[in-house]
């Protein structure tokens, strides 16, 4: 099996991973395990538009990110997983949450990872990280931890450039950056942990993807701001974000990017 995190795995674990935003999938406890380990993502919130000759499109935030792990005996059976989908345009991004249906016709919420928020579609303003989860009773049968998103940065006045998204010191998740409103000026741009970077190109007017990396650490990217008025390039939409993290803000008036979707990983041994 090829393990897509850097997870312990000693003989006989088993890892699955859910990744499809949107997406409901029953997972099945193995026969034999002894602890269970859970990671959730939730996912990133879109950039925003602004307005024409007013403001540019603020960054949209990260989701939270929750880990529990307890034994296995401890574990239901069988758990509904939904991997939260990323926002669009006045869309907030949506949680990853692990469920025990068998309580009721609605299920239980053990464990979930809140979407971040997108931006405004008409204003400057910046999307919120995703708020972490509250300790439930099921919570309390293992080791808990739940950490909220970025969040993004705020669009520009018009005439002024967009503040650039630092690394966060308390997620491996990004933000996304808001939308340049100066002629000739890049949009807010994203640095992630670790030294990873997020390539802007303002030379040739080209942005690269928000992007997510399993190995050899966990690193999410979210997607820079729109460049407004490039000399020889004119206008540059924002990019998406990466897993969980936010999309970039537009230019003033532009089309606004989408926030990257969430991840659940079980791991069992």
Same mark, same amino acid.
């Given at each position: 099996?090829?393990?897509?995190?850097?997870?312990?795995?000693?003989?006989?674990?088993?890892?699955?991973?859910?990744?499809?935003?949107?997406?409901?999938?029953?997972?099945?406890?193995?026969?034999?395990?002894?602890?269970?380990?859970?990671?959730?993502?939730?996912?990133?919130?879109?950039?925003?538009?602004?307005?024409?000759?007013?403001?540019?499109?603020?960054?949209?935030?990260?989701?939270?990110?929750?880990?529990?792990?307890?034994?296995?005996?401890?574990?239901?059976?069988?758990?509904?997983?939904?991997?939260?989908?990323?926002?669009?345009?006045?869309?907030?991004?949506?949680?990853?949450?692990?469920?025990?249906?068998?309580?009721?016709?609605?299920?239980?919420?053990?464990?979930?990872?809140?979407?971040?928020?997108?931006?405004?579609?008409?204003?400057?303003?910046?999307?919120?990280?995703?708020?972490?989860?509250?300790?439930?009773?099921?919570?309390?049968?293992?080791?808990?931890?739940?950490?909220?998103?970025?969040?993004?940065?705020?669009?520009?006045?018009?005439?002024?450039?967009?503040?650039?998204?630092?690394?966060?010191?308390?997620?491996?998740?990004?933000?996304?950056?808001?939308?340049?409103?100066?002629?000739?000026?890049?949009?807010?741009?994203?640095?992630?942990?670790?030294?990873?970077?997020?390539?802007?190109?303002?030379?040739?007017?080209?942005?690269?993807? !928000?992007?997510?990396?399993?190995?050899?650490?966990? &690193? @999410? %990217? #979210? *997607?820079? /701001?729109? =460049?407004? +008025?490039? $000399?020889?390039? !004119?206008?540059?939409?924002?990019?998406?974000?990466? &897993? @969980? %993290? #936010? *999309?970039? /803000?537009? =230019?003033? +008036?532009? $089309?606004?990017?989408?926030?990257?979707?969430?991840?659940?990983?079980? &791991?069992?041994?």
């Amino acid at each position: 099996m090829s393990y897509p995190i850097n997870y312990p795995t000693p003989q006989g674990a088993n890892i699955q991973t859910f990744e499809q935003g949107g997406s409901i999938f029953d997972w099945v406890k193995p026969q034999g395990a002894s602890f269970v380990f859970f990671t959730l993502i939730g996912s990133g919130g879109a950039g925003g538009t602004g307005q024409p000759g007013i403001t540019s499109g603020g960054g949209g935030g990260s989701g939270a990110v929750t880990n529990f792990m307890c034994p296995a005996f401890l574990i239901p059976d069988v758990l509904r997983i939904t991997v939260g989908a990323g926002g669009t345009l006045s869309v907030n991004g949506t949680a990853s949450t692990v469920i025990y249906q068998a309580k009721n016709t609605t299920g239980y919420t053990l464990l979930s990872a809140n979407g971040g928020t997108s931006a405004s579609s008409s204003l400057a303003t910046a999307g919120a990280g995703g708020t972490a989860m509250t300790a439930n009773g099921f919570c309390a049968t293992g080791f808990f931890q739940s950490i909220a998103g970025q969040a993004g940065t705020s669009g520009a006045s018009n005439g002024s450039t967009a503040s650039d998204v630092t690394a966060s010191a308390t997620t491996f998740l990004s933000g996304g950056g808001g939308g340049s409103a100066a002629n000739n000026t890049a949009g807010g741009s994203v640095t992630p942990n670790y030294g990873y970077p997020l390539s802007n190109n303002f030379a040739t007017g080209k942005l690269n993807q !928000g992007y997510f990396i399993k190995q050899p650490i966990l &690193v @999410g %990217c #979210g *997607g820079s /701001g729109g =460049f407004y +008025g490039v $000399s020889g390039v !004119g206008n540059v939409n924002p990019v998406n974000g990466g &897993v @969980g %993290c #936010g *999309g970039g /803000g537009s =230019f003033a +008036g532009g $089309s606004a990017a989408v926030g990257g979707n969430g991840f659940v990983v079980i &791991v069992t041994w």
